[in-house]
């Protein structure tokens, strides 16, 4: 088995998808998971021109690749089979392509109604929280003893270790910033971001080859806490940014990127392949701005985009570190 993993270094809205979307085109992978969240998640997709926006299911499902929600997650079954719907309309193949793990849980109204109440945290009101909490607690309700779902049902241990030539791809959803164990606590979702979190679907570590962690070139964080920068400059990042949440349509606050927070992400996670997205947003705006790694407060200013590229690489490759660094300027494109 291989595996390669695609994981947000922020605090999700890093594009992903994006990513995903694009690494699939290679044609190597057998599968391709989603190791965590719900539909709290929202990926952005451009496939063959059209958007697709996807809550639940990977975007495997795109290339005809077998596409499983995996023993990590949480499934909301109205909105999983109302995103089977939207695929279809939109001309993709979706049959026998569209995997539950059994031991996936399950989302339910009860834990929406719950979300809905949450000001505390400002979650997506999309029921994560207290479906994870069941999860934790031994109340939870198994993918499996679900009855509509039976036809999607998948063994994950027998799926992906029956057979030894199988390329999976691992789809993360949110990011370290919003991770259970590793982001800004309380602000944070109730699942794993990080790669540890895929290797709990069932990958074992020896397996993994790269890990992709994906980040913006600024930083946005939809929730409860402050985060937006002060100034008119972060206003016009988030409108030239189209910095709206996916799931909820919130305004994103927005910051300059914290590259003190971004290098212990990426240690945390392995990473061994860095995308920097929507460096045309900053061209857009012309500044090229830093949170610098002594003071979250203190923003360093650079003289363009190569002193900023410069610095980023002297920043991130200190001591040996031989990350792949790609800087990405088009929502279609890496
Ligand atoms: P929850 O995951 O809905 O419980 O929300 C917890 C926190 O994570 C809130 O600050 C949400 O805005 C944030 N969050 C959850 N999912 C996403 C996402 O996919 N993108 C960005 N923020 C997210
Ligand atoms: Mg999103």
């Known amino acids: ?17 994006k990513v995903t979307h694009h690494l699939l085109k290679s044609g190597e992978y057998t599968h391709c998971l989603r190791f965590n969240g719900g539909c709290n998640a929202g990926h952005t997709i451009y496939h063959e021109g059209k958007k697709f926006v996807t809550h639940h299911i990977p975007a495997g499902v795109f290339f005809g690749i077998k596409s499983i929600i995996g023993p990590g997650c949480v499934v909301n079954l109205e909105q999983f089979f109302k995103e089977i719907q939207e695929l279809r309309d939109g001309g993709i193949d979706v049959r ?49 003893d679900v009855e ?9 241990f027998a799926e992906f270790h029956e057979n030894k030539n199988n390329v999976i791809l691992c789809e ?20 794993h971001c990080t790669s540890a979190g895929a290797l709990l679907n069932g990958i074992p570590p020896q397996a993994v080859r790269r890990v992709y962690g994906v980040t913006k070139a600024y930083d946005t964080y939809v929730g409860a806490k ?25 305004a994103r606050q927005c910051n300059w990127l914290n ?76």
Not at 1 to 17: F, R
Not at 172 to 191: E, K, M, N, R
Not at 226 to 250: M, S, V
């Open 259 to 334: 590259l003190k927070d971004l290098k212990k992400a990426m240690d945390v996670n392995g990473v061994t392949d860095l995308i920097i997205n929507k460096v045309d947003i900053l061209r857009e705006v012309g500044k090229w701005n830093l949170r610098s790694y002594k003071n979250n407060a203190i923003s360093l200013q650079l003289q363009d985009e190569d002193g900023w590229k410069q610095y980023i690489q002297k920043y991130l490759r200190t001591g040996g570190n031989d990350v792949n660094i790609t800087c990405s300027d088009s929502p279609e494109r890496i």
């Open 96 to 144: 026998d392509k569209i995997f539950i793990a059994e031991n996936a849980h399950i989302i339910t109204d009860r834990h929406m109604a719950e979300d809905r109440n949450d000001y505390q945290i400002g979650t997506t009101k999309r029921g994560n929280g207290p479906a994870y909490r069941d999860k934790y607690s031994r109340r939870g309700i198994l993918a499996a």
């Open 226 to 250: 402050k985060f937006h920068g002060e100034g008119r400059i972060f206003d016009l990042i988030q409108q030239a940014g189209a910095e709206y949440g996916a799931t909820t349509g919130r």
């Open 1 to 17: 088995m291989i595996a390669d993993i695609v994981l947000g270094l922020s605090y999700g809205d890093e594009g992903k998808g």
């Open 172 to 191: 993360g959803a949110q990011g370290f910033g919003l991770d259970i164990d590793w982001g800004d606590y309380p602000f944070v979702t109730s699942s």
């Open 148 to 156: 509509v779902l039976q036809k999607y049902i998948i063994d994950v």
